[in-house]
């Protein structure tokens, strides 16, 4: 129980480094923020946010898609946990089993 809140320190630790590691120059005041912005135009820009949109959007619904369909086909369906060589190899007789002499 008392590892719950973990996660959230671990998130909240690893935003506020990446966060200050980006522009440190800015984050720290060395640099004003007005002359680390970049030079790409605004359609650049805009372009650039709908094609990162719609390629995330994509890959949701596909996640999406895929995880409905394995759920749905269920555990033995999906064949998860089978081994594969189990069914192509005969079992076949082992060494007898170890018997102690006393």
Request: charged fraction near 15%.
């Amino acid at each position: 129980m008392a590892a719950v809140p973990l996660p959230y320190l671990a998130m909240i630790s690893g935003w506020v480094l990446r966060e200050a590691g980006r522009q440190p120059w800015v984050v720290y005041g060395l640099l004003k923020t007005e002359d680390a912005v970049s030079g790409h135009s605004p359609g650049t820009m805009l372009a650039s946010l709908i094609t990162f949109t719609v390629l995330f959007a994509a890959l949701a619904v596909l996640n999406g898609w895929l995880l409905l369909r394995h759920a749905r086909l269920g555990p033995v369906e999906t064949r998860l946990g089978h081994d594969e060589r189990a069914a192509a190899e005969p079992v076949t007789a082992g060494p007898p089993p170890f018997t102690p002499r006393y």
